[in-house]
Structures are given as C-alpha cells and as structure tokens.
C-alpha cells in the first residue's frame, strides 16, 4: 500500500503507470475499509474511503465516504461537506461533483416517507450529463438505474407502469453490469437490483434468474442472504416454480 501511495506521488496522471497503480492501491484501500465495515470500525473505514478518493478518484470510495458521512451512526455532514469543497477548490472532484450531488439527494430522499418526484428528476438529470473519468464508472450507472427505478416505483398504479422508465432503469442496470464486471461488490448490488427490477413488474422468470446470479455472491450479513432467498422463493412461486420456490 505505501509503495502503491509514493508510486501515485511521483507518477503523471498521463502515464499508463500511473492507472495500474491507481488500481492496486484502490483495491488495497478498498479492502481493508470494507473490513472496518464489517467489524463496525465506521470511523476509520469513513477515512479509509477518504484516502482512496485522495489518491485514486475512485467512484466507490464517493460512494461510501458520502454514504458513511450521511449516516446517523457517524454523523459526518459537516465533515463530508468540508472535504468535498476542499476537493472542489484543489480541483479534485472534477465531473464527480455531479455524482456526488445525485447521491447526496438520493440518500436524503431515502430518509423521507415518500419519494420526492423533484428530487428523483435532478438527480437523473446530474448523472445524465456527467462524463466519466474516474475508476469504477459502473457506479454511475448503478445509481442512475436507480433513480430510473425509483422513479418507474413512483409511477406504478395497479399493474401499470412506466415502460420507458422501466427500460431506461434495465439499460443503465445493465451497462453497470458490462462495467463493473471486475468488481464483486457493483455486480452483486447490479443483479439484486435487477431481480427486484423485473419482480415489481412481474418478470418473474428473469427475476428468479438474476437472483439466482445474486446468490453466486457473498453477504455481508446472513440476515441479507435470507432476505434475498426469500425474495427468490417468492419469484419462483409466482413463475409456478413450486417445487424450487
């Protein structure tokens, strides 16, 4: 890891050095902060993020900082919005400044009791015009093709729903897929989201079908995995799948 920090230091971004050691250093970084993760260290995990953002402009490290820092556990706002215009002002965040304020409204939407049609709109339309150059671009499209399917959810009345929606959430889902092929962590989150995806439009067959690529990933929580199997019974009861479900 240290080797991989003074590579990065005296490397030129113009270099195909120095990508290759962006990666390595990424996925060292990102390893451990997600071990902090799960032994509850969300501290130490929130700056692990920060260094990968500091040295790479990883996507996923976005993610998790901004998420981490939104959470009610840590209760970093403050901190969070600091670091990002300290970023801004040395230039650092670039197109991901879109990125990250589509995130922040998701999240903050999240924590509502209903979804706000507004705010879903500005957070496709961030994500939409934002060009891609940092690692891991797949997030970008996982979190578009969610706002794309919490907007069709929104949509839904009885057994109507938005097509267009539906096939622009599909689209993104999947270019996330094609992207973060490498990356066990956006290709489990990808498949999950579209086993739930054609499930809520009754897709059954092909819902049953992606959770079962889900399942070929681990869990952070057995509690999840449950859940999940529980999601795939039910796809595989409603495609008459008896025996299975």
Known sequence: ELMSRHCLTVTHVSEIEFYNTAEQYALITM???????????????????????RQTNDLEAYFQFVSLGESSPLNKQDNTEKTLQLLTKQKLLGQNQNYVAALQLMLRDESQAKTDPKTLHQASALLETMTVRSMNPAMRDLLLGYVYHKQLRASQQGYQYDKTLFQKAHHHYMMALDLGRDNSRISASVWQNLAWLH???????????????????????????????????????YNQEFQSA
């Not at 390893?31 to 953002?53: C, P």
């Not at 059954?204 to 795939?232: C, I, M, T």
Request: aromatic share 20%; net charge negative.
């Open 31 to 53: 390893d451990k902060a997600y071990g902090m993760i799960a032994t509850g260290d969300l501290a130490n995990a929130y700056n692990t993020f920060y260094s990968a953002i």
């Open 199 to 237: 499930f809520e439009v009754r897709n059954y067959a092909l819902s049953a079908g992606f959770f079962q690529q889900r399942l070929q990933f681990p869990f952070v929580k057995p509690e999840h995995e449950l859940n999940l199997l529980w999601d795939y019974a039910r796809a595989l009861f």
